[in-house]
């Protein structure tokens, strides 16, 4: 039962979550599907109950990382990433440990931005498997791009440079990845966004209120 349907706001909710231990999900997607708008908004709504894992991608190339197309640049990025995203996520669950961490991305992420096929030059390079990447997460909520439906992505973000057929073929990158977890859930690209936030906050509202 969500906190609608017992008549609760969201933030009256998330103040009665039962005390347990972390969980880690992952709010990901392909470039503009709102993820980090929604996932602001519910770190504001959540009374100290959840804490935000930050995109490193962002975090990296805003803080200097060079970001280039040749192959070498990119293997290097995403690489850097990935240590990076598993480091970060190890801190928030020692520092928080009586609140659901939600992750801007996480480590499969960087398969679908690999220069060679996913499923196997990234997972060798990095020395790990799908199935142990996708057991680090409870649950997935993939947040399908606005490209999909030829809606602008533009939101500001200096490290944003894909073209909307290039987010397009990323969100579907991802979504091959991610749906090998066995909690994911998809969260498709609408005309209002405030409809898609709305059914992202009900989703994430659910999957907090039951065991991953």
């Not at 969500?2 to 972390?22: A, D, H, I, V």
């Not at 973000?157 to 991802?174: G, I, K, M, P, Q």
Request: negative net charge; glycine residues 8%; contains cysteine.
């Amino acid at each position: 039962m969500t906190f609608r349907q017992r008549g609760l706001s969201y933030s009256e909710g998330m103040k009665n979550l039962p005390e347990k231990g972390p969980r880690r999900i992952v709010i990901t997607g392909g470039p503009g599907g709102g993820k980090t708008t929604i996932a602001n908004q519910i770190r504001l709504n959540s009374q100290k109950k959840i804490v935000i894992v930050p995109e490193v991608a962002t975090m990296l190339f805003s803080g200097g990382f060079p970001r280039f197309s040749d192959e070498l640049a990119r293997r290097a990025a995403q690489t850097a990433i990935y240590h990076v995203q598993k480091n970060l996520e190890e801190v928030y669950l020692s520092h928080y440990s009586d609140r659901v961490i939600l992750c801007d991305r996480g480590t499969l992420d960087g398969a679908a931005y690999w220069p060679e096929e996913a499923d196997l030059d990234f997972f060798q390079t990095l020395q790990t498997t799908v199935e142990d990447e996708v057991d680090r997460y409870d649950a997935v909520v993939f947040f399908e791009t606005a490209a999909v439906g030829q809606i602008s992505i533009d939101d500001g973000n200096a490290s944003r440079n894909e073209t909307l057929d290039e987010a397009v073929d990323l969100d579907r990158r991802l979504q091959s990845i991610w749906r090998q977890h066995h909690n994911f859930h998809f969260i498709a690209c609408e005309k209002s966004f405030d409809g898609k936030r709305q059914s992202g906050m009900l989703k994430l509202d659910q999957l907090l209120q039951a065991d991953c």
